[in-house]
């Protein structure tokens, strides 16, 4: 089967450092994925082999031994793995209760599946504008709406903590309690991120994770899973994810095949221990960036800096799934640093409420301004913890380079 043009977007070949005083480098990809296999080739190796001698390749024991890991490092009770992170936000929805009808609210900035999660748990999604220094859902507009009383059948609040960046989980809380509202975090971009003291996974009724090849903490395939620290909640996730069935051939309700796999739990078990290093290592190469785009007198916080770097929320620990600037003619930016081999993407070029496919909720351009700006404006730059400073140095003397 063809893989999703999604992976070929971001997975780039390995790059060829060229000897030599100018530090020039055939490419720099995105993401080189070879580059943490390489590290971890034996120990990955070993954990399949384990898993074919055992003939066991759906859930299991390598599956409940990675959501007990997986819970004890997010400090949430219990944990439930899934075929995906857009079947753990489906799982994620249904365990707190939101049903046909009711309506769910969250960023119109996001990927695709944060809405579509929830249109497949039989709810509406009301799409809200984000906050322009993170572009994380903005508390301020979601209050606002709430407190404009245009919410029939509200039942839950899913901040995405985009980028790897916590959305601002005080006042999350605080709307989810003042107005009776279940939450619910999309961390699909954020293991091993946090909020003051506690961990993504940790922060609200339930919290869903993707292990996409491209994430930080990633499978070799796809995979998911749920955090909660709701015994009930985990026991019907574990029904849903198996045809709504406690017992064979028995169902109870209607759920779904959205299993994990025994491989990509142990491979993901493999990579589990590493993910502090391996985040620790995004956040120097982000501080990297910071520094030598400030250096080259490209970025300020000012509106007329040809590149703004987002901005970083005092109470989160970062974990940089993205490392995402603002830039002045993006699109042009972007094409001269593909003619040098240089990996971008733009996460996203078209928010959820523009989207064809949500044409049906009403939205119109102009709606989100904020969300509409960030999609002419971001440009992901590469970043994975084994990027080289040297190659940071030549994205950025190419970005100096075009803004000459
Ligand atoms: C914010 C967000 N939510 C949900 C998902 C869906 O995860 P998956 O691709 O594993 O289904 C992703 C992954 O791309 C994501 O970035």
Not at 110 to 138: C, K, Q, W, Y
Not at 255 to 284: H, S
């Amino acid at each position: 089967m063809t893989q999703p043009a999604r992976l070929f977007l971001f997975v780039a070949p390995s790059s060829i450092p060229k000897s030599g005083a100018e530090s020039r480098f055939a490419s720099v990809p995105m993401l080189d994925l070879a580059r943490q296999y390489a590290q971890i080739r034996e120990e990955v190796l070993v954990a399949i082999e384990r898993v074919c001698s055992a003939q066991h390749f759906i859930l299991g024991a390598e599956v409940e031994a990675l959501e007990r890991e997986i819970a004890a490092s997010t400090g949430a009770s219990e944990a439930v793995g899934c075929a995906s992170g857009t079947d753990a936000l489906w799982l994620a929805l249904l365990a707190v209760g939101v049903r046909p009808g009711d309506s769910v609210l969250t960023t119109t900035f996001s990927f695709f599946a944060s809405a579509t999660a929830i249109v497949r748990a039989g709810a509406r999604p009301v799409l809200v504008d984000i906050e322009p220094h993170t572009l994380n859902l903005d508390p301020i507009k979601v209050e606002e709406y709430l407190r404009g009383g245009k919410f029939p059948g509200l039942r839950a609040l899913l901040p995405v903590h985009l980028y790897g960046q916590c959305a601002d989980m005080d006042a999350f809380e605080r709307l989810a309690r003042e107005f009776g509202l279940t939450l619910v975090e999309d961390a699909a971009q954020a293991i091993g991120a946090s909020w003051r003291d506690r961990r993504a996974g940790s922060l609200g009724s339930a919290a869903a994770f993707s292990f996409y090849p491209t994430k930080n903490l990633s499978a070799y395939g796809d995979a998911g899973l749920v955090t909660t620290n709701d015994a009930e909640f985990a026991e019907h996730m574990r029904r849903l994810r198996n045809h709504g069935s406690p017992r064979r051939y028995v169902h109870d309700e209607l759920g779904w095949n959205c299993r994990l796999d025994a491989i990509q739990a142990a491979v993901l078990r493999v990579k589990l221990p590493y993910i502090e290093k391996w985040n620790q290592q995004r956040r120097d190469r982000a501080a990297a960036y910071d520094r030598l785009l400030t250096q080259s007198g490209l970025a300020s916080a000012t509106i007329d800096a040809p590149v703004r770097p987002l901005a970083m929320t005092p109470h989160a620990h970062h974990v940089y799934h993205q490392y995402v600037v603002r830039a002045q003619r993006r699109d042009d930016l972007r094409q001269f640093l593909d003619d040098r081999k240089i990996g971008t993407e733009i996460y996203y070029p078209l928010p959820l409420h523009l989207q064809p496919a949500f044409a049906y909720l009403g939205y119109r351009e102009g709606d989100m301004p904020e969300s509409e700006r960030a999609a002419r404006e971001v440009l992901a730059l590469p970043m994975f913890p084994e990027l080289g400073e040297d190659e940071q140095q030549w994205v950025v003397e190419s970005i100096a380079e075009f803004y000459s």
